[in-house]
């Protein structure tokens, strides 16, 4: 009998592994109100919100879609948009 | 309801409650006078991975206790995970695969020659109970289309294990589906 073991194959297997596709909503930015204070950055739990030139920008290959950003913006400029599955 | 053992696979993500609700469809089952099972097979057990649940439910006592491999019924409770995992797995032309999504099941591309019906669950979820929580919802949803279980003994498991206002509002929204789907036609 052939017995495998468990083991981490190779590194960096999130980078193909996109666990976007698991939220049900994701956050829509209104750049009109933004005013780019970066709090959406800070608070958002996997680090998926970036400034990308002048504006933040979330990377939607892995936004679990929690919806902290949304809470936490105080222009509220994020509003969190029903995922079409 | 014949002599046959009725299986079925759901097909979740870690937190959607696929065990939960197989333990459900379960006591539902019980309650409606069958035998039955339920068991969960967890891969990575971590938030969001894919993770399958079992139910099986019979006439007379089950002395199996194996894995379920040919189901009869498989519950999607998430359209990305037809993507991911083979949901297909196992079935025969007399199957019925349930997805939880707002398209229509001819949209999917799934390798299957049984019929495929898909249930806006989220939607119903958010509606009824306010939460994008659609295991109840798919039972629902289940006992429309197939007719197996009796609805009212849903809605009694549901309500029996989530006591007070949650399982009032899963109850409404097991009822929601069921009459969205047809009810057992």
Redesign the interface.
Known sequence: MKVSHAAVCEPGTTLVNK?G??R??RPGYDYEICTDCGICETYCPESVIAKKGDRYIPDLDYC?GCGICANECPKGAITMI?E?? | MTEKTIEIRIHGRGGQGSVTAAELLAVAAFEDGLYSQAFPMFGVERRGAPVFAFTRLRCEPIKLRSQIYEPDYVIVQDATLADVVDVAAGTQPKSLIIINSEKESAQFEIDAQCRIETVDATRIALDVIGKPIVNTILLGAFAGLTGIIDLECIKNAVSARFPGKIGETNAKAVQVAYDLVGGAT
């Open positions: 666990t596709g698991w049900t909503f679990k029903l079409g599955k």
